[in-house]
């Protein structure tokens, strides 16, 4: 796909599931983590993908706060390789300028996942033309409960009139507060579920489902994500007759 057709109508911010990498593994008689391990590869491509495609906003899920159980094992082996992703990727971040940010209950993490984290974090805050965000210790439910903790304490405090509260002040106070709604979300292996993944986020976004399992998903397939993205028509809550007015194709 060229540049010039992604930069036509977006999309600007797209969230992905990554899903498959234990299928995938065991698909090739190897071990999960050998999957995982695969599956961060598929990040690095990807990452790289979005600049050339004009996508600003990368979102991956890549540990939900249902994963922890997982068999210790898996998830120590998990964690341990999202230190090392972090390590090794903040030099490529700073070169192609792009901002990591992380979502989810971060103070939770392993200290050495966590310290790499913030590390990547304050090394690349200065850049804000791309972005790329880590679901981390992520999920919705709990997000909206941590916003909800944080409301409730301004308006005890008389910060916060209960009155006066809005979609705007509500969602000022998610993990996601200065960041865009993702435009597509797309999820990897099959699976047609979101998986506590950005639900408040997703309320308007288009959904994507494929086949392929994170280890082997491509530029191309990304690119197959977008075309169909391209394709869809978004009304938020419009007739179809209305935006064809918008946008010049009615008579
Ligand atoms: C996605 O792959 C990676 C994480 C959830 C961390 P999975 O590990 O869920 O792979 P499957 O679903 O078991 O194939
Ligand atoms: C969702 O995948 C979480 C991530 C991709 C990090 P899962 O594999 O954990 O989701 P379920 O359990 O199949 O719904
Ligand atoms: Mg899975």
Known sequence: MSEKASQLNGPDHI???MDGNGRWAKSQGLSRIK???QGVE?????IEA???LNIHYLTL???SAENWNRPEIEV???MELLALFLME???TLKKQKVRLHAIGRIEDLPSRTKAALKKAIKQTKDFDEWHLILALNYSSRNEVVDAAKAISQKAAEGKLNPENLDWETVSSHFYTDSLPDPDLVVRTSGETRLSNFLLMQSAYSELYFTATCWPDFTRAHLEEAIRSYHNRERRFGRTGE???VETGLSY
């Open 242 to 244: 209305q935006l064809d």
């Open 42 to 46: 598929t990040c690095r491509r990807i």
């Open 15 to 17: 969230g992905i599931i």
């Open 89 to 91: 990727e903040t030099r």
């Open 50 to 52: 979005c600049q050339d």
């Open 35 to 37: 999957g995982h391990r």
């Open 61 to 63: 899920y890549a540990f």
């Open 76 to 78: 120590n082996g998990l």
